[in-house]
């Protein structure tokens, strides 16, 4: 008698972003980052053997869509447009969207200061949607890496930058060289989840392992190690 698969279950493919710090990067060759490290945390609640899979951002959705990978965990924001042709896991984590200007730009101060002016950001992202929608813009440019259009920002090729907060504050801290920063409020409220295709059989599994991470202070730990107190 041959059972397939006896007892063993195939490992999930889950698709990580390349270049997304500090939540989900490579560097050196190895997967870091808050996500990495929450996923590794659920898995192991879950009791869910894995497999990680780096791409672009670009690729993800895809991906996903394709079946190439099960899942995906990469700040994907949850929103309406998204939840009609994928799942979602509960959220992990609360965040936004921000503005980012030229140290020196005395003009800009809020969103409502972008008339004629040019703003970089990711290209398929919800902060490109967010720039879509303000008024009176000259032109919204979306960059396949987000570290371009920081280039650009320093190099004042363009006049804003809009992207995810913690994203754009960890450049600032890192690679800002002080030429740029952070104005006016959160734009957008967000949150991130883990993206599947429509009824994932493991998504009530995943779902109950991040309310445990969340109970049982391994979740707190990660926050801290990673964005501090
Ligand atoms: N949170 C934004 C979105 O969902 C940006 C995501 C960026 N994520 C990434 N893996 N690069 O559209």
């Known amino acids: ?5 006896c007892g063993e279950e195939k490992p999930v493919k889950v698709g990580i972003e390349s270049n997304f710090r500090p939540f989900t990067y490579t560097e050196d060759g190895e997967n870091k980052g808050f996500e990495v490290e929450l996923w590794k945390a659920i898995a192991q609640k879950a009791n869910l053997p894995y497999e990680l899979v ?12 394709s079946g190439q990978v ?30 980012l200007t030229a140290s020196d ?33 000259k032109e919204i440019r979306g960059y396949p890496d987000i570290s371009d259009a920081y280039t650009d920002l320093k ?5 804003a930058v809009i992207f995810d907060e913690r ?8 690679d800002g060289e002080g030429k740029v920063k952070m104005v006016g409020e959160v734009l957008n409220k967000e949150s991130y989840a883990i993206v599947t295709k429509k009824k994932n059989k493991h998504l009530g599994r995943i779902n109950g392992a991040i309310e445990a ?7 707190e730990a990660l926050y801290v190690k990673w964005f501090g107190s």
């Open 1 to 5: 008698l041959l059972i397939a698969g």
């Open 54 to 65: 780096p791409m672009t951002q670009g690729e993800l959705s895809k991906a996903v869509k």
């Open 70 to 99: 099960d899942m995906a965990i990469a700040g994907m924001t949850v929103n309406k447009a998204r939840k009609d042709n994928f799942a979602f896991s509960d959220p992990y984590f609360q965040t936004g969207l921000v503005l």
């Open 105 to 137: 730009n005395e003009e800009i101060k809020s969103k409502d200061d972008l008339k004629e002016k040019v703003i970089g950001t990711k290209s398929g992202s919800t902060s490109y949607i967010y720039a879509g929608g303000i008024q009176g813009t």
């Open 155 to 159: 190099n004042k090729k363009l006049d």
């Open 167 to 174: 994203n754009v504050h960890h450049f600032l801290q890192n």
């Open 213 to 219: 991470l969340g109970k049982d202070g391994t979740y």
